[in-house]
């Protein structure tokens, strides 16, 4: 299942996003959001494998604004750069962008359900996201910072919880140096707080995964980890 390029627009904005999309052959729309590096290879080809689950998939850039065509490997000077543009982007920047997918996605297939994932800093943005209306699940695959308020709000993603009307999986690594164990102790104790059923708000923890271990293109990558949260997926979406 082979994707293309298309234009979301934010308003005037044009957000250059990556679509695999079925039509109205199945039952969910993925918006994904992705790591620090842009709409990258891997982005790219995971989308393509989501789809082939019989799921479409909308990969939104994160840095419209500041660069709109980012496409990056994952060497050091990468990463410098993207996290860069990833200072740019406000959280009325995330909002506003994902508001226009989830609203562009209503728009041409009004019957599907909509799931958020996002990886790294799509990650953070997915939490950010899972406040809006109209998500019936958000993946947050290792999205640090969500514990710390941010500069441009001065508030923590994590203090819109009470905002989450749909189901919020949070999934990181025992070995993640960017959460740390008090970021993670804290994460677990809001969702407890707010869900001490579980039935909405699920953490997750792999024993000895590094941040990143779902992506096949870093030296993180843990395989036996990555199969976790790929079934936590398919679980979601019932394949």
Known sequence: MKGKWINIYNGDLPLRSWIVDLGNECEYATIVLPEVFGINNWIRNFSEKLAEQNVSVLALPLYGRTAPTLDLGYREEDLKLGRHHKNLTTLKNIIEDVSSAI?????NYPKKKISIIGFCFGGHAALIASSLKGIESSFCFYGAGVTTPRADTNFAPIDLLEKVSGKLNFIC??????????????IKKRFKKLDPSEERFSYLEIEGADHGF????????????SLIGWNLLMKEFKI
């Open 103 to 107: 609203n562009w996605v209503k728009k």
């Open 173 to 186: 690594g025992s070995s993640d140096d960017l959460i740390p164990v008090k970021d993670r102790l804290e």
């Open 214 to 225: 779902m992506c096949e293109e870093r030296e993180s990558f843990d395989k036996d980890a």
